[in-house]
């Protein structure tokens, strides 16, 4: 999984999430999801074609003080299955969703970086809308990594 911090600007969780959903809303082939709220949002893009594949899903919320960067913005891209309406109705979604946000959600709950080589142009387009947003709203990214499993060492 790709991380990127970004510092500074105007940009929430929700206006990347919203930036990413605008940019998609008019591709035919392509279904994206916002779920979140707050300080945390998920959204998911993939291919309309093939919907029980698993799909591109972005991360972002505000580091929280305990991290090194804290208060920066935190965006993470990965590979899950698509989160059914059923799923995202579901009460307890924000836990979920603030599990991700944790080094052990990011660990257990996302598909390993090298599926996400299966969606490389789209991935690339994600990143350039982020890139985009934040850049726009006056954030800079300030560092960028590929996530390794603490067990594992391999990237996830």
Known sequence: MEQHIYHGGTATPESVAGALITHFA????????????????????????HPDRPT???????????????????VSLGVQQWMSEEVVGFSGMAGIIELLFTRWGQNTLL??????????????????????????????????????????????
């Open 26 to 49: 008019h591709d035919p082939q392509i279904r994206a999801q916002q779920v979140g709220s707050g300080e945390s949002f998920l959204v998911q893009i993939g291919p309309i074609a």
């Open 56 to 74: 591109l899903t972005l991360a972002a919320h505000r580091l929280p003080a305990t991290e090194p960067h804290a208060g920066d913005l935190a």
């Open 111 to 156: 598909w390993p970086i090298h599926e996400i080589t299966e969606h490389g142009a789209l991935a690339q387009q994600i990143w350039a809308v982020v890139d985009s947003t934040l850049t726009a709203q006056g954030g800079t990214l300030i560092d960028q990594q590929t996530l390794v499993h603490p067990h594992l060492d391999e990237p996830i």
